[in-house]
C-alpha cells in the first residue's frame, strides 16, 4: 500500500453568540483558522484538542504561534464531539467539537481564538490552531 505524500489539514471555526438566559442564538461567525508547527507536532502524540481559548490581540497568527497574543479566557467544556470520515475517495476524517464558555467569562471585544491542549490560563496554554 502506498500512501499519499499529500495528507492536507485544515480547519474551520463556528462561532455562535448567544444569550445565556433566553438560548438565542444573536450571531453567528464562520471562517478558516491556521494550524501551527505546534499544533502539527501534536497530532499523533496526543489529543491536540482539548481547550477553546479566546483573546483580545490583533497579530496576525503565524505557524510559529505557540500562544494567544492577548490572553482572556479559556474553556474545556465539551458539550459534544462528533466525529465524521468518508470511506471512498477521496478520504477525509473531520471532528466537529462544541465548547461553551460560561455567561461573562469571555466577555469584552475578543477578537482572536484558538484551540490547543494544555492548561486555561495565559500562562500554561498551547495552540493548535490560530484566527483572528
Known sequence: MQISPELQIQGFYKLQIGNAETGEIRETL???????????????TGAPVQYCYVGSGNTTPAITDTKLSVFVAAT??????VDTKATAAPLWVG???TYRFAAGVAAGNLSEIGMGWNGGTQANHLLFSHAL
Open 30 to 44: 464562520e471562517f478558516s483558522n491556521l494550524i501551527t508547527n505546534i499544533g502539527l507536532d501534536q497530532i499523533g
Open 76 to 81: 474545556s467544556s465539551a458539550l459534544a464531539n
Open 95 to 97: 471532528r466537529a467539537a
